[in-house]
């Protein structure tokens, strides 16, 4: 199984300053027929479902603000928030979709 | 827009089975590909299984391989999550989620952008 490590567990961000999130895989999730990374950041809220907010590592989901993206390949990857919102604060997940089972990162929470 | 709506909330005995459903509408079920996963109080997202739902086949993580049954019935749009020997550890929130273009996706590789609101299974005795 692909192990997903996120780092940190959590971390607090003032008001319009940056957050960043790392996430690393134990195996590379880049699939080469078609060079793209098979690894989404999901967006979780109390009492919610996840909202997937990427996919492909650095794609934006339709009506996810440009604040936020994503970035990376192979094992590492990085979600950034630019200028935190008070409505970004979750915890976000990524996790691989490259091969079952699809396995996700422990999360991280994000709080003002 | 896919929605997926799911059923309402089980409490159930140790040993007993529960059976989750999750009605689709909006797109074509047939194209789609359905996933489940779980997520206890306060833990990490756990993944399940898989249903393709045109072909009916399903892929389940070892974990769960002896235990959990996941099928889907075309003619109401619905798929089905049933979990047996049921033990407190599985007191959690089960959630579907649906690709609705697994057909034109590559195998395996399905994005599942649309979840059900969740459906809390309590195991207690």
């Known amino acids: 199984d692909i192990v997903m490590t996120q780092s940190p567990d959590s971390l607090a961000v003032s008001l319009g300053e940056r957050a960043t999130i790392n996430c690393k895989a134990s195996q590379s999730v880049f699939y080469r027929p078609n060079n793209k990374n098979y690894l989404v950041w999901y967006q979780q809220k109390p009492g919610q479902p996840p909202k997937l907010l990427i996919h492909w590592a650095s794609t934006r989901e339709s009506g996810v603000p440009d604040r936020f993206s994503g970035s990376g390949s192979g094992t590492d990857f990085t979600l950034t928030i630019s200028s935190l919102q008070a409505e970004d604060v979750a915890v976000y997940y990524c996790?691989?979709?490259?091969?079952?089972?699809?396995?996700f990162g422990q999360g991280t929470k994000v709080e003002i | 827009q896919m929605q997926l709506v799911q059923s309402g909330p089980e409490v159930k005995k140790p040993g007993t089975s529960v059976k989750v459903s999750c009605k689709a509408s909006?797109?074509?079920?047939?194209?789609?590909?359905v996933q489940w996963v779980r997520q206890a109080r306060g833990q990490r997202l756990e993944w399940m299984g898989w249903i393709v739902v045109v072909s009916g086949n399903t892929n389940y993580t070892q974990k769960f391989q002896e235990r959990v049954t996941i099928t889907r019935d075309l003619s109401t749009s619905t798929a089905y999550m049933e979990l047996t020997g049921l033990r407190s550890e599985d007191t959690a929130v089960y959630y579907c989620a649906a690709d609705p273009r697994a057909t034109l996706t590559t195998p395996g590789k399905y994005l599942f952008e649309y979840w059900g609101q969740g459906t809390l299974v309590t195991v207690s005795s």
């Open positions: 909006g797109l074509t079920f047939t194209r789609s590909a």
């Open positions: 996790q691989q979709y490259y091969t079952a089972p699809r396995t």
